[in-house]
Antibody, heavy 122, light 107 residues
């Protein structure tokens, strides 16, 4: 069964740091790009970051650029998000998601984890 | 950056109704448009990719259409399990913007 399981969320003070993890199973992890997407309480979905299958390319939303770092360890089938200089507006449920590509080059997020909650509060 | 809008923001419908949700991009995104369904307390689920391609396992009552800047998601006959929030998303650029969502609830 294809599965993604996030962990590492919690409560942190503004300015603090947190590292999220996402454990993947049921597919060849290094064949696929991976994403982080977040959802503030009662709000919509916001894309956060993307990493290529080999880890060589990364992309970030402007709202987290310079503060968050996405990485992966293909030997451990794991995805990470290092979050520094956290702000109250980073409070959200963070999902990891697997990239899906079809034969024509179209792209979507086909597998999602259950999410891990990050609360930034003093 | 590409902005995505959806209309309506919410709607009330009955089981068996035909439901249409509209998504608009701020610039042309060809057919790089996806639709997701999210139920309360659950992760989003991919329904439609490439504007009109049904993801494996998704019921055929869901369909998508459009290209360029204007897109629609149609549920041909609403079922009880379809009450949820629906999001569009562009995959044309690496900002992967989502629309604000359309909540479908029971009339």
């Amino acid at each position: 069964e294809v599965q993604l399981v996030e962990s590492g969320g919690g409560v942190v003070q503004p300015g603090g740091s947190l590292r999220l993890s996402c454990a993947a199973s049921g597919f060849t992890f290094d064949d696929y790009a991976m994403h982080w997407v977040r959802q503030a309480p009662g709000k919509g979905l916001e894309w956060v970051s993307l990493i290529s299958g080999d880890g060589g390319s990364t992309y970030y939303a402007d709202s987290v650029k310079g503060r968050f770092t996405i990485s992966r360890d293909n030997s451990k089938n794991s995805l990470y998000l290092q979050m520094n200089s956290l702000r109250t507006e980073d409070t959200a449920l963070y999902y990891c998601a697997k990239a899906y590509y079809d034969s024509s080059g179209y792209y979507a997020f086909d597998i999602w984890g259950q999410g891990t909650m990050v609360t930034v509060s003093s | 950056d590409i902005q995505m809008t959806q209309s309506p923001s919410s709607l009330s419908a009955s089981v068996g109704d035909r439901v249409t949700i509209t998504c608009r991009a701020s610039q042309s995104i060809s057919s790089y448009l996806n639709w997701y369904q999210q139920k309360p307390g659950k992760a989003p689920k991919l329904l439609i990719y490439a504007a009109s391609s049904l993801q494996s396992g998704v019921p055929s009552r869901f369909s998508g259409s459009g290209s360029g800047t204007d897109f629609t998601l149609t549920i041909s006959s609403l079922q009880p399990e379809d009450f949820a929030t629906y999001y569009c998303q562009q995959s044309y650029s690496t900002t992967f913007t989502f629309g604000p969502g359309t909540k479908v609830d029971i009339k």
